[in-house]
């Protein structure tokens, strides 16, 4: 996500934000799909004096997350870490609503308005429809909006 590429993260902000969307995947039990895509912000993200991704998982600490470390961080981060905690409930297929009410939680505590939230929900939802897009047949993509547009 461009978002991200678009930030230099300290290794601090990399690690609550791992932590982050490892709270939103844990919801509802940390599906392959989530792990993966926490592994691969983790890895794309770290540098070479920060733990591997297996390691810092294995820490006791890493199911710990406490959104009040973030706290004062700046907006483009607060979005950032909305949009991956977003991207993290949908990774397994659909955003449950225990899922949304925990990045909204997040968000609320990053002072991310309501506003804000529902366009970077729908920023979200438009990237993964835009991911379809290669679907063979249109009804296959048609079938996955009606989906997403019936999760709100």
């Known amino acids: 996500m461009s978002v991200i590429q678009d930030q230099n993260l300290s290794p601090a902000q990399v690690i609550l934000l791992t932590k982050a969307m490892l709270s939103v995947a844990l919801i509802d039990g940390l599906a392959p799909a989530e792990a993966a895509l926490i592994g691969q912000f983790y890895e794309s993200s ?23 470390e973030l706290a004062g961080c700046e907006p483009e981060l607060a979005d950032t870490v909305v949009l991956m905690c977003l991207m993290t409930g949908y990774a397994d297929g659909r955003l449950s609503d225990a899922e949304r009410a925990q990045v909204q939680a997040i ?6 308005s309501d506003e804000r939230f529902d366009e970077l929900l729908a920023q979200v939802r438009d990237e993964l429809i835009g991911a379809l897009s290669h679907l063979p047949d249109a009804g296959s993509v048609a079938a996955v909006v009606k989906e997403l547009a019936a999760a709100d």
């Open 107 to 112: 968000a609320s505590e990053l002072n991310v």
């Open 46 to 68: 770290r540098n070479a004096s920060m733990p591997g991704t297996t390691e810092l998982l294995a820490r006791p600490d890493a199911r710990q997350f406490d959104v009040a």
